[in-house]
Protein backbone atom coordinates (compact mmCIF):
# COMPACT_ATOMS: atom_id res chain seq x y z
CA UNK A 1 0.00 0.00 0.00
CA UNK A 2 2.82 2.31 -1.11
CA UNK A 3 4.36 3.14 -4.25
CA UNK A 4 7.18 1.37 -5.77
CA UNK A 5 9.58 4.15 -5.45
CA UNK A 6 9.98 7.13 -3.07
CA UNK A 7 12.72 10.14 -3.25
CA UNK A 8 14.33 10.30 -0.18
CA UNK A 9 13.37 13.14 2.61
CA UNK A 10 15.15 14.81 4.79
CA UNK A 11 13.29 14.41 8.06
CA UNK A 12 15.18 17.83 9.07
CA UNK A 13 13.40 19.44 6.02
CA UNK A 14 9.96 17.85 6.82
CA UNK A 15 10.01 18.85 10.39
CA UNK A 16 10.88 22.66 10.01
CA UNK A 17 8.21 22.44 7.15
CA UNK A 18 5.94 21.39 9.36
CA UNK A 19 6.75 23.43 12.32
CA UNK A 20 6.23 26.74 10.04
CA UNK A 21 2.86 25.38 9.34
CA UNK A 22 2.17 25.70 13.44
CA UNK A 23 2.68 21.84 14.02
CA UNK A 24 4.45 20.60 16.82
CA UNK A 25 7.85 20.86 16.86
CA UNK A 26 10.49 17.80 16.71
CA UNK A 27 13.50 17.61 18.36
CA UNK A 28 16.56 14.55 19.13
CA UNK A 29 16.18 12.81 22.43
CA UNK A 30 19.61 12.54 22.79
CA UNK A 31 22.71 14.55 22.00
CA UNK A 32 23.66 12.48 19.17
CA UNK A 33 20.75 11.66 17.66
CA UNK A 34 20.85 15.30 15.89
CA UNK A 35 24.33 15.21 14.42
CA UNK A 36 23.60 13.63 11.03
CA UNK A 37 20.35 14.80 9.05
CA UNK A 38 18.02 11.48 8.60
CA UNK A 39 16.78 10.44 4.80
CA UNK A 40 13.16 9.00 4.77
CA UNK A 41 11.69 6.61 2.62
CA UNK A 42 8.29 5.74 3.85
CA UNK A 43 6.75 6.07 7.62
CA UNK A 44 4.70 3.51 9.68
CA UNK A 45 2.99 3.52 13.19
CA UNK A 46 2.99 -0.48 12.81
CA UNK A 47 5.74 -1.67 13.75
CA UNK A 48 5.11 -5.10 11.58
CA UNK A 49 4.95 -3.00 8.44
CA UNK A 50 8.58 -1.44 8.89
CA UNK A 51 10.05 -1.39 5.54
CA UNK A 52 14.19 0.08 5.28
CA UNK A 53 14.25 3.60 5.57
CA UNK A 54 11.28 4.15 7.57
CA UNK A 55 10.55 6.16 10.28
CA UNK A 56 8.49 4.64 12.56
CA UNK A 57 6.21 6.52 14.93
CA UNK A 58 5.81 5.09 18.41
CA UNK A 59 2.33 6.20 19.68
CA UNK A 60 1.07 5.60 23.31
CA UNK A 61 -1.76 3.61 23.15
CA UNK A 62 -5.03 2.09 25.00
CA UNK A 63 -2.93 -0.61 26.46
CA UNK A 64 0.56 -0.38 25.19
CA UNK A 65 2.83 2.10 23.99
CA UNK A 66 4.59 1.81 20.67
CA UNK A 67 8.04 2.28 21.94
CA UNK A 68 7.81 -0.76 23.59
CA UNK A 69 7.76 -2.52 19.80
CA UNK A 70 10.65 0.35 18.66
CA UNK A 71 13.21 -2.40 18.75
CA UNK A 72 11.60 -4.57 16.13
CA UNK A 73 10.86 -1.74 14.27
CA UNK A 74 14.77 -0.58 14.27
CA UNK A 75 15.51 -4.54 13.65
CA UNK A 76 13.56 -4.18 10.49
CA UNK A 77 15.26 -1.57 8.71
CA UNK A 78 13.61 1.45 10.46
CA UNK A 79 15.91 4.92 9.94
CA UNK A 80 14.67 6.46 12.86
CA UNK A 81 11.84 6.74 15.72
CA UNK A 82 9.58 9.65 16.61
CA UNK A 83 7.68 9.25 19.79
CA UNK A 84 6.82 11.61 23.00
CA UNK A 85 8.70 11.96 26.00
CA UNK A 86 7.48 8.60 27.85
CA UNK A 87 8.58 6.67 24.71
CA UNK A 88 12.02 8.42 24.42
CA UNK A 89 12.85 7.76 27.97
CA UNK A 90 11.79 3.89 27.10
CA UNK A 91 14.38 3.92 24.03
CA UNK A 92 17.75 5.41 25.91
CA UNK A 93 19.81 2.32 24.33
CA UNK A 94 18.31 2.46 20.66
CA UNK A 95 20.49 1.60 17.96
CA UNK A 96 18.97 4.18 15.64
CA UNK A 97 18.20 7.78 16.18
CA UNK A 98 15.45 9.08 18.30
CA UNK A 99 13.45 11.79 18.02
CA UNK A 100 10.98 13.76 20.28
CA UNK A 101 7.77 15.94 19.64
CA UNK A 102 4.80 17.06 22.22
CA UNK A 103 1.63 15.13 19.98
CA UNK A 104 3.23 12.34 17.77
CA UNK A 105 -0.43 11.23 16.67
CA UNK A 106 -0.59 15.13 15.10
CA UNK A 107 2.36 14.69 13.26
CA UNK A 108 1.81 11.07 11.60
CA UNK A 109 -0.51 12.07 8.52
CA UNK A 110 1.27 15.78 7.69
CA UNK A 111 4.57 13.97 8.27
CA UNK A 112 3.55 10.78 6.04
CA UNK A 113 1.97 13.31 3.50
CA UNK A 114 5.65 15.08 3.24
CA UNK A 115 7.66 11.69 2.83
CA UNK A 116 5.36 10.10 0.61
CA UNK A 117 4.56 13.34 -1.64
CA UNK A 118 1.02 12.29 -1.86
CA UNK A 119 -0.98 15.97 -1.51
CA UNK A 120 0.62 18.60 -3.06
CA UNK A 121 -0.83 21.95 -2.44
CA UNK A 122 -0.51 22.64 -5.78
CA UNK A 123 -3.42 19.85 -6.64
CA UNK A 124 -1.25 18.50 -9.46
CA UNK A 125 -2.01 14.92 -10.75
CA UNK A 126 -4.29 13.10 -9.12
CA UNK A 127 -7.78 14.71 -8.41
CA UNK A 128 -8.74 14.07 -5.24
CA UNK A 129 -12.56 13.75 -4.19
CA UNK A 130 -13.57 13.09 -0.66
CA UNK A 131 -17.29 12.58 0.94
CA UNK A 132 -18.30 12.48 4.50
CA UNK A 133 -21.82 12.33 6.30
CA UNK A 134 -23.78 9.62 7.65
CA UNK A 135 -25.71 7.82 4.84
CA UNK A 136 -24.73 7.57 1.43
CA UNK A 137 -20.87 7.92 1.66
CA UNK A 138 -20.01 4.54 -0.01
CA UNK A 139 -22.74 5.16 -3.10
CA UNK A 140 -22.26 8.74 -3.69
CA UNK A 141 -18.15 7.71 -4.24
CA UNK A 142 -19.13 5.34 -6.62
CA UNK A 143 -20.80 7.09 -8.72
CA UNK A 144 -18.11 9.48 -9.26
CA UNK A 145 -16.02 7.19 -10.27
CA UNK A 146 -18.69 5.45 -12.42
CA UNK A 147 -19.34 9.23 -13.93
CA UNK A 148 -15.26 9.89 -14.17
CA UNK A 149 -15.09 6.51 -16.21
CA UNK A 150 -17.61 7.99 -18.26
CA UNK A 151 -15.27 10.79 -19.40
CA UNK A 152 -12.37 8.42 -19.56
CA UNK A 153 -11.10 9.04 -16.34
CA UNK A 154 -8.83 6.36 -14.83
CA UNK A 155 -9.41 6.14 -10.83
CA UNK A 156 -8.51 5.00 -7.84
CA UNK A 157 -11.32 3.96 -4.42
CA UNK A 158 -10.98 4.09 -0.96
CA UNK A 159 -13.33 2.81 0.61
CA UNK A 160 -15.24 0.64 3.29
CA UNK A 161 -15.74 -2.29 0.68
CA UNK A 162 -12.55 -2.26 -1.66
CA UNK A 163 -9.57 -0.20 -2.18
CA UNK A 164 -9.13 0.28 -6.30
CA UNK A 165 -6.10 1.76 -8.24
CA UNK A 166 -7.36 1.74 -11.65
CA UNK A 167 -9.64 -1.65 -11.44
CA UNK A 168 -6.87 -3.29 -9.68
CA UNK A 169 -8.04 -4.31 -5.95
CA UNK A 170 -5.68 -3.31 -3.19
CA UNK A 171 -5.20 -6.06 -0.84
CA UNK A 172 -5.90 -5.29 2.73
CA UNK A 173 -7.34 -5.83 5.86
CA UNK A 174 -7.98 -2.54 7.10
CA UNK A 175 -11.74 -1.24 7.13
CA UNK A 176 -10.05 2.13 7.57
CA UNK A 177 -6.80 2.60 6.79
CA UNK A 178 -4.45 4.73 8.59
CA UNK A 179 -2.93 7.91 7.31
CA UNK A 180 0.40 6.41 6.66
CA UNK A 181 -1.69 3.87 4.18
CA UNK A 182 -3.51 6.73 3.34
CA UNK A 183 -0.56 8.81 2.35
CA UNK A 184 0.93 5.48 0.68
CA UNK A 185 -1.73 4.84 -1.51
CA UNK A 186 -2.70 8.00 -3.02
CA UNK A 187 1.50 8.39 -3.88
CA UNK A 188 0.77 4.73 -5.69
CA UNK A 189 -2.00 6.00 -7.27
CA UNK A 190 0.12 9.07 -8.71
CA UNK A 191 2.75 6.89 -9.06
CA UNK A 192 0.55 4.52 -11.19
CA UNK A 193 -0.75 8.06 -13.28
CA UNK A 194 -4.35 7.68 -12.01
CA UNK A 195 -6.68 10.75 -13.08
CA UNK A 196 -8.78 10.68 -9.87
CA UNK A 197 -9.58 9.10 -6.97
CA UNK A 198 -12.67 9.07 -4.25
CA UNK A 199 -12.40 8.39 -0.75
CA UNK A 200 -15.06 7.70 1.95
CA UNK A 201 -14.18 9.74 4.71
CA UNK A 202 -16.16 8.78 8.53
CA UNK A 203 -16.28 11.12 11.24
CA UNK A 204 -13.78 8.37 13.08
CA UNK A 205 -11.39 8.87 10.03
CA UNK A 206 -11.39 12.63 10.93
CA UNK A 207 -11.67 12.37 14.84
CA UNK A 208 -8.41 9.98 14.50
CA UNK A 209 -6.77 11.78 12.17
CA UNK A 210 -6.41 9.00 9.61
CA UNK A 211 -6.75 11.95 6.84
CA UNK A 212 -4.91 14.26 8.24
CA UNK A 213 -1.70 16.01 5.52
CA UNK A 214 -4.37 14.61 2.94
CA UNK A 215 -5.90 17.97 0.93
CA UNK A 216 -9.35 16.75 -1.17
CA UNK A 217 -9.67 18.87 -4.04
CA UNK A 218 -13.47 18.51 -3.73
CA UNK A 219 -14.82 17.70 -0.57
CA UNK A 220 -18.48 16.52 -0.76
CA UNK A 221 -21.44 16.48 2.36
CA UNK A 222 -24.79 13.58 1.92
CA UNK A 223 -26.48 14.09 5.24
CA UNK A 224 -26.00 14.17 8.96
CA UNK A 225 -28.59 12.03 10.81
CA UNK A 226 -28.42 10.24 14.48
CA UNK A 227 -25.27 7.29 14.60
CA UNK A 228 -21.93 6.68 16.00
CA UNK A 229 -23.10 8.57 19.20
CA UNK A 230 -21.01 6.04 21.44
CA UNK A 231 -18.18 7.78 19.89
CA UNK A 232 -19.25 11.70 19.81
CA UNK A 233 -21.73 11.74 23.10
CA UNK A 234 -24.05 13.98 20.53
CA UNK A 235 -25.22 15.35 17.45
CA UNK A 236 -23.24 19.12 18.44
CA UNK A 237 -19.80 16.88 18.54
CA UNK A 238 -20.60 14.66 15.52
CA UNK A 239 -21.15 17.46 13.47
CA UNK A 240 -18.31 19.22 14.47
CA UNK A 241 -16.21 16.12 13.20
CA UNK A 242 -17.79 16.12 10.11
CA UNK A 243 -17.50 19.98 9.47
CA UNK A 244 -13.52 19.57 10.12
CA UNK A 245 -13.34 17.88 6.69
CA UNK A 246 -14.41 21.04 4.70
CA UNK A 247 -11.28 23.46 6.22
CA UNK A 248 -8.59 24.83 4.33
CA UNK A 249 -6.41 22.28 5.56
CA UNK A 250 -8.68 19.47 4.31
CA UNK A 251 -10.14 20.64 1.39
CA UNK A 252 -10.15 23.38 -1.61
CA UNK A 253 -13.82 23.28 -2.81
CA UNK A 254 -16.99 22.03 -1.69
CA UNK A 255 -20.09 20.84 -2.42
CA UNK A 256 -22.50 20.27 0.67
CA UNK A 257 -26.18 18.82 0.13
CA UNK A 258 -28.29 21.33 2.29
CA UNK A 259 -31.24 19.30 2.62
CA UNK A 260 -31.50 19.46 6.24
CA UNK A 261 -30.56 22.13 8.88
CA UNK A 262 -26.91 20.63 9.40
CA UNK A 263 -25.97 20.72 5.51
CA UNK A 264 -27.39 24.56 6.04
CA UNK A 265 -24.81 25.04 9.19
CA UNK A 266 -21.93 23.16 7.33
CA UNK A 267 -22.31 25.37 4.16
CA UNK A 268 -22.95 28.65 6.00
CA UNK A 269 -19.67 27.53 8.38
CA UNK A 270 -16.96 26.67 5.76
CA UNK A 271 -13.99 28.80 5.09
CA UNK A 272 -13.69 27.14 1.67
CA UNK A 273 -15.65 27.86 -1.25
CA UNK A 274 -18.89 25.97 -1.57
CA UNK A 275 -21.63 25.08 -3.75
CA UNK A 276 -24.79 23.94 -2.04
CA UNK A 277 -26.91 21.29 -3.36
CA UNK A 278 -30.72 20.79 -3.00
CA UNK A 279 -32.09 17.43 -3.95
CA UNK A 280 -35.65 17.97 -2.76
CA UNK A 281 -37.76 20.03 -4.71
CA UNK A 282 -39.19 22.34 -1.94
CA UNK A 283 -38.24 25.11 -2.57
CA UNK A 284 -34.97 25.91 -0.68
CA UNK A 285 -32.18 28.17 -2.32
CA UNK A 286 -29.02 26.08 -3.22
CA UNK A 287 -26.50 27.02 -6.43
CA UNK A 288 -27.72 23.25 -7.90
CA UNK A 289 -31.22 22.03 -7.35
CA UNK A 290 -33.25 18.68 -8.26
CA UNK A 291 -36.33 19.13 -9.54
CA UNK A 292 -38.65 17.18 -12.01
CA UNK A 293 -38.04 13.39 -10.36
CA UNK A 294 -39.94 10.92 -11.62
CA UNK A 295 -40.27 6.59 -11.34
CA UNK A 296 -38.23 4.79 -14.48
CA UNK A 297 -38.41 1.55 -13.50
CA UNK A 298 -36.96 0.45 -10.31
CA UNK A 299 -35.24 3.62 -10.43
CA UNK A 300 -35.62 7.57 -11.22
CA UNK A 301 -34.53 9.72 -13.74
CA UNK A 302 -34.43 13.67 -12.78
CA UNK A 303 -33.19 17.35 -13.72
CA UNK A 304 -30.34 18.85 -12.31
CA UNK A 305 -30.74 22.67 -12.10
CA UNK A 306 -27.72 25.49 -11.86
CA UNK A 307 -26.96 28.64 -12.01
CA UNK A 308 -27.65 30.67 -14.68
CA UNK A 309 -29.85 28.42 -16.49
CA UNK A 310 -27.59 25.13 -16.99
CA UNK A 311 -29.56 21.96 -16.86
CA UNK A 312 -28.18 18.69 -16.42
CA UNK A 313 -30.62 15.59 -17.19
CA UNK A 314 -29.48 12.22 -15.39
CA UNK A 315 -31.46 9.43 -13.58
CA UNK A 316 -30.10 5.97 -11.46
CA UNK A 317 -30.86 3.01 -11.85
CA UNK A 318 -30.90 2.13 -8.46
CA UNK A 319 -34.15 2.16 -6.24
CA UNK A 320 -34.70 5.10 -3.76
CA UNK A 321 -34.86 8.43 -3.96
CA UNK A 322 -31.81 9.16 -1.72
CA UNK A 323 -30.03 7.37 -4.60
CA UNK A 324 -31.04 10.59 -6.52
CA UNK A 325 -29.27 12.50 -3.84
CA UNK A 326 -26.20 10.33 -4.02
CA UNK A 327 -26.42 10.82 -7.79
CA UNK A 328 -27.10 14.65 -7.69
CA UNK A 329 -24.17 15.06 -5.54
CA UNK A 330 -21.77 12.64 -7.50
CA UNK A 331 -22.50 15.04 -10.50
CA UNK A 332 -22.10 17.83 -9.32
CA UNK A 333 -18.40 16.95 -7.71
CA UNK A 334 -17.12 16.22 -10.67
CA UNK A 335 -18.35 19.91 -12.31
CA UNK A 336 -16.75 21.48 -9.52
CA UNK A 337 -13.54 19.97 -10.22
CA UNK A 338 -13.41 21.80 -13.58
CA UNK A 339 -15.17 19.35 -15.59
CA UNK A 340 -17.45 21.30 -18.32
CA UNK A 341 -21.46 20.71 -18.33
CA UNK A 342 -21.80 19.59 -22.05
CA UNK A 343 -19.20 17.18 -21.48
CA UNK A 344 -20.69 15.94 -18.59
CA UNK A 345 -24.17 15.43 -20.00
CA UNK A 346 -22.53 13.83 -23.10
CA UNK A 347 -20.81 11.08 -20.91
CA UNK A 348 -24.19 11.00 -18.74
CA UNK A 349 -26.60 10.45 -21.94
CA UNK A 350 -23.83 7.77 -23.09
CA UNK A 351 -23.39 5.78 -20.67
CA UNK A 352 -25.80 5.63 -17.62
CA UNK A 353 -23.04 5.93 -14.65
CA UNK A 354 -25.26 6.47 -11.65
CA UNK A 355 -26.59 2.89 -12.52
CA UNK A 356 -23.46 1.12 -11.47
CA UNK A 357 -24.18 -1.64 -8.92
CA UNK A 358 -22.36 -1.17 -5.29
CA UNK A 359 -22.20 -3.92 -3.43
CA UNK A 360 -24.03 -4.12 -0.40
CA UNK A 361 -25.65 -0.80 -1.04
CA UNK A 362 -29.72 -1.35 -2.32
CA UNK A 363 -28.54 -4.08 -4.40
CA UNK A 364 -31.12 -6.56 -6.36
CA UNK A 365 -30.58 -10.33 -5.64
CA UNK A 366 -33.86 -11.28 -7.09
CA UNK A 367 -37.00 -9.81 -8.85
CA UNK A 368 -40.04 -11.84 -7.68
CA UNK A 369 -40.01 -11.01 -5.22
CA UNK A 370 -37.96 -7.64 -4.80
CA UNK A 371 -35.24 -9.23 -2.97
CA UNK A 372 -32.68 -6.21 -1.61
CA UNK A 373 -29.63 -6.28 0.64
CA UNK A 374 -28.68 -3.13 2.24
CA UNK A 375 -26.57 -1.64 4.43
CA UNK A 376 -29.46 0.71 6.42
CA UNK A 377 -27.85 0.14 10.23
CA UNK A 378 -29.56 3.59 11.62
CA UNK A 379 -32.64 4.98 12.00
CA UNK A 380 -33.08 7.45 9.15
CA UNK A 381 -31.14 4.87 6.61
CA UNK A 382 -33.67 2.59 7.93
CA UNK A 383 -36.82 4.77 6.93
CA UNK A 384 -35.60 6.19 3.42
CA UNK A 385 -34.59 2.12 2.48
CA UNK A 386 -38.43 0.65 4.00
CA UNK A 387 -39.81 4.12 1.82
CA UNK A 388 -38.11 2.95 -1.48
CA UNK A 389 -38.77 -0.31 -1.66
CA UNK A 390 -43.04 -1.30 -1.50
CA UNK A 391 -43.62 -1.90 -4.49
CA UNK A 392 -46.78 -0.77 -6.03
CA UNK A 393 -49.69 -3.01 -7.09
CA UNK A 394 -49.78 -4.48 -10.33
CA UNK A 395 -52.74 -6.82 -11.79
CA UNK A 396 -56.20 -4.92 -10.52
CA UNK A 397 -57.01 -8.95 -9.47
CA UNK A 398 -54.14 -8.64 -6.79
CA UNK A 399 -56.41 -6.32 -4.77
CA UNK A 400 -57.18 -8.66 -2.30
CA UNK A 401 -53.48 -9.31 -1.73
CA UNK A 402 -51.48 -6.61 -2.12
CA UNK A 403 -47.98 -6.31 -1.94
CA UNK A 404 -45.89 -6.66 1.10
CA UNK A 405 -42.64 -5.52 2.30
CA UNK A 406 -40.42 -8.00 4.65
CA UNK A 407 -37.60 -6.89 6.34
CA UNK A 408 -34.96 -8.79 8.34
CA UNK A 409 -32.67 -6.54 10.86
CA UNK A 410 -30.92 -6.42 13.84
CA UNK A 411 -28.88 -3.89 15.66
CA UNK A 412 -25.34 -3.81 16.33
CA UNK A 413 -23.76 -4.54 19.78
CA UNK A 414 -21.59 -2.01 21.62
CA UNK A 415 -22.74 0.95 19.51
CA UNK A 416 -25.25 3.74 20.49
CA UNK A 417 -28.31 1.32 22.39
CA UNK A 418 -30.77 4.87 21.83
CA UNK A 419 -31.34 3.76 18.02
CA UNK A 420 -32.45 0.55 18.39
CA UNK A 421 -35.94 1.10 19.84
CA UNK A 422 -36.12 3.76 17.36
CA UNK A 423 -35.10 1.19 14.15
CA UNK A 424 -37.47 -1.35 15.74
CA UNK A 425 -40.17 1.34 15.86
CA UNK A 426 -39.40 2.76 11.81
CA UNK A 427 -39.85 -1.30 11.02
CA UNK A 428 -43.09 -1.56 12.06
CA UNK A 429 -44.03 1.56 11.24
CA UNK A 430 -42.82 0.83 7.33
CA UNK A 431 -42.84 -2.71 7.29
CA UNK A 432 -45.29 -5.57 7.01
CA UNK A 433 -43.50 -8.39 8.42
CA UNK A 434 -40.86 -7.80 10.21
CA UNK A 435 -38.35 -9.82 11.61
CA UNK A 436 -35.47 -8.98 14.24
CA UNK A 437 -31.81 -11.19 13.92
CA UNK A 438 -29.14 -10.11 15.27
CA UNK A 439 -26.42 -8.19 13.14
CA UNK A 440 -22.80 -8.40 14.74
CA UNK A 441 -23.32 -8.21 18.37
CA UNK A 442 -19.63 -8.55 19.00
CA UNK A 443 -19.39 -8.97 22.76
CA UNK A 444 -22.74 -8.03 24.34
CA UNK A 445 -25.90 -10.35 24.24
CA UNK A 446 -27.55 -11.13 21.54
CA UNK A 447 -31.04 -11.90 23.21
CA UNK A 448 -30.84 -7.95 24.91
CA UNK A 449 -29.90 -6.61 21.69
CA UNK A 450 -32.81 -8.14 20.19
CA UNK A 451 -35.22 -7.18 23.00
CA UNK A 452 -34.02 -3.44 22.90
CA UNK A 453 -35.10 -3.74 18.84
CA UNK A 454 -38.47 -5.73 19.54
CA UNK A 455 -39.83 -3.29 22.51
CA UNK A 456 -40.03 -0.31 19.57
CA UNK A 457 -41.43 -2.61 17.20
CA UNK A 458 -44.10 -3.58 19.41
CA UNK A 459 -44.09 -0.48 21.57
CA UNK A 460 -44.92 1.31 17.89
CA UNK A 461 -47.11 -1.55 16.84
CA UNK A 462 -49.65 -1.20 19.83
CA UNK A 463 -49.27 2.46 20.21
CA UNK A 464 -50.94 3.38 16.58
CA UNK A 465 -52.69 0.14 16.01
CA UNK A 466 -50.29 -0.80 13.28
CA UNK A 467 -51.21 -4.23 11.42
CA UNK A 468 -47.57 -5.64 11.10
CA UNK A 469 -46.13 -9.36 11.92
CA UNK A 470 -43.32 -8.89 14.42
CA UNK A 471 -41.17 -12.03 14.49
CA UNK A 472 -38.28 -12.45 16.95
CA UNK A 473 -35.57 -15.36 15.09
CA UNK A 474 -31.60 -16.24 15.24
CA UNK A 475 -29.39 -17.18 13.86
CA UNK A 476 -29.65 -14.65 11.01
CA UNK A 477 -29.09 -17.08 8.12
CA UNK A 478 -32.54 -18.49 9.83
CA UNK A 479 -34.39 -15.41 9.69
CA UNK A 480 -33.72 -14.41 6.40
CA UNK A 481 -34.75 -17.98 5.30
CA UNK A 482 -37.82 -18.02 7.02
CA UNK A 483 -38.59 -14.59 5.39
CA UNK A 484 -38.05 -15.99 1.97
CA UNK A 485 -40.29 -18.63 2.94
CA UNK A 486 -43.12 -15.85 3.70
CA UNK A 487 -42.18 -14.26 0.84
CA UNK A 488 -45.10 -13.87 -2.78
CA UNK A 489 -43.40 -13.14 -6.05
CA UNK A 490 -45.56 -9.68 -5.36
CA UNK A 491 -43.53 -8.68 -2.09
CA UNK A 492 -39.94 -7.39 -1.37
CA UNK A 493 -37.92 -8.83 1.41
CA UNK A 494 -35.41 -6.55 2.60
CA UNK A 495 -32.00 -7.38 4.38
CA UNK A 496 -30.69 -4.77 6.05
CA UNK A 497 -27.73 -3.70 8.17
CA UNK A 498 -24.83 -5.98 7.13
CA UNK A 499 -24.41 -5.27 2.72
CA UNK A 500 -21.50 -6.20 2.13
CA UNK A 501 -19.99 -7.55 5.13
CA UNK A 502 -19.46 -11.24 4.89
CA UNK A 503 -18.49 -12.04 8.51
CA UNK A 504 -20.34 -11.49 11.56
CA UNK A 505 -18.11 -10.88 14.82
CA UNK A 506 -19.89 -12.89 17.88
CA UNK A 507 -17.59 -13.45 21.45
CA UNK A 508 -14.48 -12.31 19.16
CA UNK A 509 -14.98 -14.74 16.69
CA UNK A 510 -15.17 -14.02 12.76
CA UNK A 511 -18.80 -16.31 11.62
CA UNK A 512 -18.99 -16.45 7.44
CA UNK A 513 -21.95 -14.82 7.11
CA UNK A 514 -22.89 -13.25 3.79
CA UNK A 515 -26.53 -11.36 3.47
CA UNK A 516 -26.46 -11.80 -0.28
CA UNK A 517 -25.14 -15.58 -0.33
CA UNK A 518 -28.20 -16.13 2.16
CA UNK A 519 -31.14 -14.60 0.52
CA UNK A 520 -29.52 -16.10 -2.73
CA UNK A 521 -29.77 -19.74 -1.58
CA UNK A 522 -33.09 -19.40 0.20
CA UNK A 523 -34.34 -18.14 -2.74
CA UNK A 524 -33.48 -20.79 -5.10
CA UNK A 525 -34.78 -23.52 -2.29
CA UNK A 526 -38.16 -21.96 -2.26
CA UNK A 527 -38.65 -21.80 -5.93
CA UNK A 528 -37.43 -18.04 -7.06
CA UNK A 529 -35.25 -17.32 -9.55
CA UNK A 530 -31.82 -15.08 -8.37
CA UNK A 531 -30.41 -12.44 -10.45
CA UNK A 532 -25.84 -13.38 -10.86
CA UNK A 533 -23.87 -12.82 -8.43
CA UNK A 534 -21.06 -10.49 -7.31
CA UNK A 535 -17.30 -10.60 -7.41
CA UNK A 536 -16.55 -8.75 -4.52
CA UNK A 537 -19.03 -11.42 -2.83
CA UNK A 538 -15.39 -13.95 -3.31
Known sequence: MRPSTVRPVSLRAAADSLAAAGLPGIEPARAADGEADIMLTGLTINSREVQAGDLYVALPGARHHGARFAAAAAGAGAAAVLTDDEGARRLAELPVPVYVTSDPRRLVGPLAGAVFGS???????????????TNGKTTTTYFINSLLGALGKTTGLIGTIEILAGGEPIASTLTTPESPQVHGLLALMREKGLDAAAMEVSSHAISYRRVDGVVFDVAGFTNLTQDHLDLHGSMEEYFAAKAALFSTERARQAVICVDDEWG??????SPVPVWTLSTHDD????????TDVVRDGLGHRFVLRGPDGAVLRAGTGLPGTFNVSNA???AVMVLASGVGIAQLQEALDRCDPFTVEVPGRMQLVGEAPAAIVDFAHNPDALARTLESVRREAGDPSDADTPPRVIIVFGATGERDQTKRPLMGEIAARLADVVIVTDDDPHDEDEAAIRADVLAGARAARERS???CEILEMAPRAA???HAVSLARPQDTVLVAGRGHEVFQEVKGVNLVLDDRVELRQALTRYG???LSGNGVES
Open 479 to 481: AID
Open 283 to 290: GTEARWRV
Open 119 to 133: SPRDGSGLTLFGVTG
Open 528 to 530: FSV
Open 264 to 269: ARMAAG
Open 328 to 330: ALA
Open 465 to 467: ALD
